[in-house]
Each structure stands twice: as C-alpha cells, then as structure tokens.
C-alpha cells in the first residue's frame, strides 16, 4: 500500500579498494525511525553521509518517494548533478555530531538561511518561520545571540531547528550527542523524541542503545560491511540472534548497574 | 657641519603633492584591480579543473617569485613588442601591480578559504545550497574576517612598491622628489620629506585597519 519514502538497493561505497559497505537493500516507509548501530568503522556514519551525498556513494541506486537520484558510473563513485544534489538534500535534512552551526549568523539566521538562500523566502518571511521552529525546540528567546554563546545541547536544537525549517521528508541525524557534555545529552533526545511523537521520517547513527530502543521502529546493525542484523527493537536488542551483535551488546552493558 | 635647510623643498611643496596624487591614484588603481585579480586566480587555484588550477598556480608563482621591477620592464618594454601596442607608463604600472599584487592577494585568499572548517561546507550543503552559495553566504564571510591583517600587510607593502614606476617615469612621489632634489640641490630634505610622508600616510591607513579589525572582532562576537 505505502510507498517507500527512500529505497537504497545495492547500495555500496568503497574509498579506493576499501570497501565501507556493500549491497544494502533498505526500505524507509513514511513514519519509520531507524537507528544504525554497529562498533566504530562499521561504516554508519559513512552510509548516513551517503544518503545525502555529503559522501559520494559508489554503487548501486538511490531513490527518493520512486525517483532515482544519481547515476552510476563505471569508473569510481556514482554520478550527480549539482542540481539534483540541492533537490536531494533539501528533501533529506542533516543534523551532524559537531553542530556545524554558521558562527557569524545569529542563531535565527542559522535557521532562517536555507529558506533565504536555497528557497528565496524573503527575509521577513524566513525569520518568522526561524522563530517558529526555534520555539519548538524551546530556544525562541534565544532568536537574536549568536552561537557562540549556547552550550553544547542548545547548539545541537538550534541545528535541529535548522534542518527542520527546509521542510525535509526525512531527516538523518549523526551521532548528535556524542559530542555533548553527559548532563546536556537528555534536552537534545528530548527534542528528537518529541519528533518522533510527530511522525517524522528518521534515521538516526547513535551510541545511546537505550535511547534507541525506545526511539526506533527498526534497528539496523552494521557489521562485516553490511547489514549484519536488523529487526524490531526487542528483536535485535533484547533477543540478539547473531554472535557478532551479542558481542557488541554485552559490550555495551559491561558497565550497567 | 652639515646645514639642513627645508625652505626651497616647503617653497616647491605643489610639486611633491602631483606626485603624491600620482601615487594614490596607482596604489587605488593597483590595489581595486589586484584584489579581483587576486579573488580570480585564488577560485581558479582552488578549482577541481585541472586547465584552470594549473595555469593560475603558474602566474601566481611566476609573479611571486620574480622581481617587480623586472616584472614592470615586461610591461612596459617586453609588452608592446610582442603585442604591438602602446604602452604608457600608467597602465604598465597598473597591469604590473595588479597582477603581482593579486598573486599575493591569492594566496592570501586562498588559505583564508581552506581555513574554514569543513563542518561548514557540509552544514551549508546539507540545506541545499550550490558550491557558490556556500562560498558566498558562509565560507567567504568568516575567511575574509581571518585574511583581513594580511591583506592590510600586503596593501601597505603595494603602496610601497609602486615607487619602481619612477623608473619608467611615471611621475609619482619618488619620481617627483628625485626632480626636485635635482632643481634644489637639497637631495636630503627632499627624501626626508617623502619618507615623512608614506610614514604619516601609511601610519593612518594602519590605525583605520586596526580599528576596523576590532569592529570585526566584535560584530559577530566569535573568535576565528
């Protein structure tokens, strides 16, 4: 009945005769919430990054709601246009692990910047909306400061805020509170939560395997440059069925109390 | 005992101020051009192209590393040889110094671009924008904030530079104080004089430079 809102197939990046990962098959239906799990150099961050091409995948196709985006290229990593690369990320909001937030734009022109310069909003228009979406993330009073003046979990909502106002289908977060003091970690989960509460399309690379288990629909893990196990939470977290998952939770729960 | 006397130089001061006119209006002329040429050749150089990339690293370098004085008699004698054109002493200047001062503007430019951290070309990619609009809404802003002190640094020395035009008459300062020394027979006060006079001029660019870069440092209130 629904459509796939993003389907990779054969999906695969190398850099030179490294392979990342190879054929994966991946459906994302409208309302999914994905977290990638997988040790580090599994390749997570890697295929988030290729989802919207910040990483140029090598192999297989990309479609975003039936359209195919790229084309492959027998010499290295698939082809794309400039022009196809915009429409795509426009579609496929990213927020990153560093924040990445413009420092010389005040916290609303942070958000307000896409819909000026990739959309024409006019200014007026745009800063309306930056308010709006920074009061969802509970940061409208923080409209005029610069950047520099937020803490680390303020940063990371601001840039939440930023991704959500380009109106994207699917938004991928990469590892976004790994860079984060532990104490800031919640406000930040709070906010993806409440996200999730709304609907939105999701995939999410974290190392908070408890913050995934109650976020995801599906969980995905990577290992052996693949998708080596996914399922439902319970299935993959609680009931772990291959060696190489069960060894990366019990890893995880070594220091649990 | 040597008598210095300023009179017969302060009596021809009119003659000095042509040639300090002369000298503005080529360091604007030289300074305008050198700062396009150099954003040019610094785009050219960072390009993926390699039939752009090669040739602008070659006139950047070659400019770079040879003497602006020789590089001024290409101009002005080699030029209208090969291209059968007229030259005047102006316009050799001008094209000189802006060529030369914009292989240095270049690289100048350029690793004020590289500087930027790669975080801000993937956050402004991944809201859309095109290569140009991440250059020119976000990476070029905060770049040119971290280049300002050089390029001040490099625009105080192509003031200074632009004295080599005397030697293909060219009337700016020098050239006029060296006429003046030979009328007056005063060739000390004379040179005094002039050095007097880039050291006021220069010492008031420094000062306008210096307060702006604090305006930068405030506006915005982030430390590159």
């Known amino acids: 009945m629904n459509a796939p809102v993003l389907r990779l197939s054969g999906f695969g990046k190398h850099f030179g005769s490294l392979r990342v990962f190879s054929d994966i098959d991946l459906d994302v239906m409208p309302g999914d919430r994905i977290a990638i799990l997988g040790a580090s150099g599994s390749g997570k961050s890697t295929l988030l990054r290729c989802i919207n091409v910040l990483e140029t995948p090598s192999e297989g196709s990309l479609e975003l709601d039936g359209d195919v985006v790229g084309q492959p290229s027998r010499?290295?990593?698939?082809?794309?246009?400039?022009?196809?690369?915009?429409?795509?990320?426009?579609?496929?909001?990213?927020?990153?692990?560093?924040?990445?937030?413009?420092?010389?734009?005040?916290?609303?022109?942070?958000?307000?910047?896409?819909?000026?310069?990739v959309r024409g909003v006019p200014a007026q228009k745009a800063q309306e909306r930056a308010v709006t979406e920074l009061q969802r993330v509970g940061l409208a009073d923080k409209a005029d400061t610069f950047p520099s003046r937020l803490s680390g979990g303020?940063?990371?909502?601001?840039?939440?805020?930023?991704?959500?106002?380009?109106?994207?289908?699917?938004?991928?977060?990469?590892?976004?509170t790994s860079a984060l003091d532990p104490a800031l970690v919640g406000e930040v989960l709070g906010v993806i939560?409440?996200?999730?509460?709304?609907?939105?399309?999701?995939?999410?690379?974290?190392?908070?395997?408890?913050?995934?288990?109650?976020?995801?629909?599906?969980?995905?893990?990577?290992?052996?440059?693949?998708?080596?196990?996914?399922?439902?939470?319970?299935?993959?977290?609680?009931?772990?069925?291959?060696?190489?998952?069960?060894?990366?939770?019990?890893?995880h729960r070594r220091f649990q109390f | 005992m040597y008598e210095w006397d300023f009179s017969p130089v302060l009596a021809e001061g009119g003659f000095l101020l042509v040639g300090f006119r002369n000298t503005l209006i080529l360091t604007a002329t030289a300074l305008s051009g050198g700062l396009v040429v150099g954003l040019l050749l610094a785009f050219a150089r960072l390009s993926h192209r390699r039939w752009l990339n090669v040739p602008a690293g070659v006139v950047i370098e070659v400019f770079?590393?040879?003497?602006?004085?020789?590089?001024?008699?290409w101009?002005?004698?080699?030029?209208?040889?090969?291209?059968?054109?007229?030259?005047?002493?102006?316009?050799?200047?001008?094209?000189?110094?802006?060529?030369?001062?914009?292989?240095?503007?270049?690289?100048?430019?350029?690793?004020?671009?590289?500087?930027?951290?790669?975080?801000?070309?993937?956050?402004?990619r991944a809201i859309g924008m095109t290569y140009n609009q991440c250059m020119g809404r976000v990476i070029l802003p905060q770049a040119v904030k971290r280049m300002f002190p050089s390029m001040m640094e490099r625009s105080i020395e192509l003031m200074k530079t632009t004295t080599l035009v005397a030697t293909v008459s060219y009337a700016d300062l020098l050239f006029q104080a060296n006429e003046l020394a030979q009328k007056t027979f005063r060739p000390l006060e004379v040179f005094t004089v002039v050095a007097l006079i880039y050291?006021?001029?220069?010492?008031?660019?420094?000062?306008?430079?210096?307060?702006?870069?604090?305006?930068?440092?405030r506006s915005g209130e982030f430390t590159p």
């Open chain 2, 199 to 217: 050291f006021v001029s220069i010492s008031f660019i420094s000062f306008v430079a210096s307060r702006m870069e604090r305006r930068f440092a």
């Open chain 2, 75 to 124: 101009f002005y004698f080699g030029l209208p040889i090969v291209l059968s054109v007229e030259m005047t002493p102006f316009l050799a200047a001008s094209l000189t110094f802006m060529i030369q001062s914009g292989a240095f503007f270049a690289e100048i430019f350029r690793a004020g671009i590289v500087s930027i951290e790669r975080g801000q070309w993937e956050a402004a």
């Open chain 1, 154 to 176: 303020q940063k990371q909502r601001v840039a939440i805020a930023r991704a959500l106002a380009m109106d994207p289908e699917i938004l991928l977060f990469d590892e976004p």
């Open chain 1, 193 to 251: 939560e409440q996200l999730a509460t709304e609907g939105r399309t999701m995939l999410l690379v974290t190392h908070e395997i408890g913050f995934a288990y109650h976020f995801a629909t599906r969980i995905l893990f990577l290992a052996e440059g693949g998708i080596y196990e996914s399922g439902t939470p319970d299935d993959v977290l609680k009931n772990p069925k291959r060696p190489l998952t069960q060894q990366f939770l019990a890893e």
């Open chain 2, 64 to 73: 770079r590393t040879t003497p602006p004085l020789v590089q001024l008699f």
């Open chain 1, 75 to 117: 010499s290295g990593d698939m082809r794309f246009s400039e022009r196809e690369l915009c429409a795509l990320r426009q579609r496929v909001g990213m927020v990153f692990q560093q924040f990445n937030l413009f420092p010389h734009m005040t916290v609303a022109g942070n958000v307000a910047e896409g819909l000026k310069t």
